[in-house]
């Protein structure tokens, strides 16, 4: 397909997911890791602006292997990646709220990685991009 062809994806439009708790989840994500929830009718949520994103920051889709254990061993099936401003900062943050912080980094030259695991049990990647030059 090319460039100019119509119907094409052009970037990812939301995250959706269960949770046991949507309104606490959302409550907790809120107070450590500084999203603005809303309440959207029987459901929580928050949006991102692509401008307030780091101009070296993007949006990845990738499809892993079944087997993969880059998720975590919990089984699931999907892993977010959260773009942040300040990787420790953000993984104290998540510390504070009582979320396992995986010990694990990650640096690349297109930045630097975290993880911990959220109070549902999710795993979640936390990404550092690097600095504009």
Known sequence: MSE???GRV????????????P??????YEKYLGFKVEE??????????PADMPETAFTVWSAFASKTDYFGASGQ???INLVVDDLDAALDNVA???AEVLEE???????RFGWFVDPDGNRVELWEPPAAE
């Open 105 to 111: 980094r990650e640096e690349h030259d297109f930045g």
């Open 96 to 98: 504070a709220g009582d």
């Open 40 to 49: 959207w009718g029987d459901t929580r949520g928050t949006s991102f602006a």
């Open 77 to 79: 099936g999907y892993m």
């Open 23 to 28: 309104a606490a989840l959302g409550s907790w």
């Open 4 to 6: 100019s062809a119509k």
């Open 10 to 21: 052009l970037g990812v439009g939301g995250v959706f997911f269960r949770s046991r708790d």
